[in-house]
């Protein structure tokens, strides 16, 4: 009963139309046959690419489920399916560990605010097309209020079955956060949480929790084997990613030795390196589109590393305060 993937991401957004058609433009996404409505008055659009589903509902109707988490929320991943052999056994361990469950038929379970988490079937397996950007959903960043943090990772752990794999405090000027990742026993379910300090200036952390009312999802990381490739084509096709200063690669030498990626391309693409007891991780952060800023995508690319290097989570929010930066100048 254990939980083995994230099968599907249930997105909510104002137009899953317009929302899909610039996932398929910028990422490379591909849209499976139209989709029937199956709730009235919502609209469903469902994207794949590797091993990647994205189901974007919309809604006109001012009352429905769809529009009102879009009127609070603005844009944002409502529901994670979490596949696993049996869910209705994760279901009822779910609740024996306090889940509070929000649709017994549907399997769904409250999660992180209003981001809910639905237990589902294992999906059968599925041959890759080829020629795509990106492989897999890496990980999903979780912003959580402060002092819930450990209640988080005890839910994961209890409700879920999940492990904490990695654990840092993380400084970025005056601001201060802490974080903690879990990860399912099968490794390929990975939430990275975090919660601002609020004893020190008030951040991103505490922006994004104000800026979308709650916990919820701050970005999905997608996996792909050739970040060099995804980036440059993603950048072809209008996506802009965050910028990182030169004097980041003057010092990857003295701190990482030898790259698996020449520096030179590293430096030329923005792209992040760090490394962990296992190998290299390669990470870049797209320019968040959303009106909010409260949402965005990470593209990452792994060579051995496993988990996190201890650089990996404060590099990304060095990176988003400079666009916080930037976009306030």
């Not at 696993?84 to 649709?103: F, I, M, Y």
């Not at 980041?248 to 391309?265: C, F, M, N, W």
Request: hydrophobic share 40%; charged share 25%.
């Amino acid at each position: 009963m254990s939980i083995q993937t994230i099968t599907h991401v249930e997105y909510h957004c104002e137009d899953a139309a317009r929302t899909a058609a610039e996932l398929q433009t910028r990422f490379g996404f591909r849209r499976d046959a139209d989709q029937p409505e199956w709730q009235p008055g919502m609209r469903a659009v469902h994207l794949h690419q590797g091993t990647i589903r994205l189901r974007l509902h919309s809604s006109g109707i001012t009352d429905h489920p769809v529009a009102r988490y879009v009127e609070r929320h603005g844009e944002g991943v409502a529901v994670l399916a979490l596949g696993c052999t049996d869910p209705r056994a994760a279901l009822e361990r779910a609740e024996r560990h306090g889940a509070v469950v929000l649709d017994r038929d549907g399997a769904l379970i409250a999660g992180f605010g209003d981001t809910a988490l639905r237990f589902v079937g294992l999906p059968d397996a599925q041959e890759p097309s080829g020629g795509e950007l990106l492989d897999a959903l890496d990980h999903v960043a979780i912003c959580v209020p402060a002092g819930q943090l450990a209640e988080a990772v005890l839910f994961c752990e209890a409700a879920l079955g999940m492990h904490r794999i990695f654990g840092e405090y993380i400084e970025v000027g005056e601001q201060g956060m802490d974080s903690s990742v879990v990860q399912s026993p099968s490794g390929d379910v990975t939430f990275t949480l975090i919660e601002p300090d609020t004893s020190r200036r008030a951040g991103q952390i505490d922006t994004f929790l104000a800026d979308h009312d709650g916990a919820g999802v701050q970005h999905l990381a997608l996996r792909t084997d050739d970040i060099a490739t995804a980036v440059r084509t993603a950048r072809s096709h209008g996506v802009e990613f965050l910028s990182t200063p030169g004097a980041y690669y003057d010092g990857l030498a003295e701190r990482l030795g030898d790259t698996a990626i020449p520096v030179g391309t590293l430096r030329e693409l923005d792209v992040l390196v760090d490394q962990d007891h296992g190998g290299q991780l390669f990470q870049i952060f797209a320019r968040s589109t959303h009106p909010r800023r409260t949402f965005f995508l990470e593209v990452i690319e792994r060579q051995g590393a496993g988990t996190f290097g201890t650089a990996n989570i404060k590099a990304l929010y060095e990176a988003v305060e400079r666009q916080r930066a930037a976009a306030s100048a």
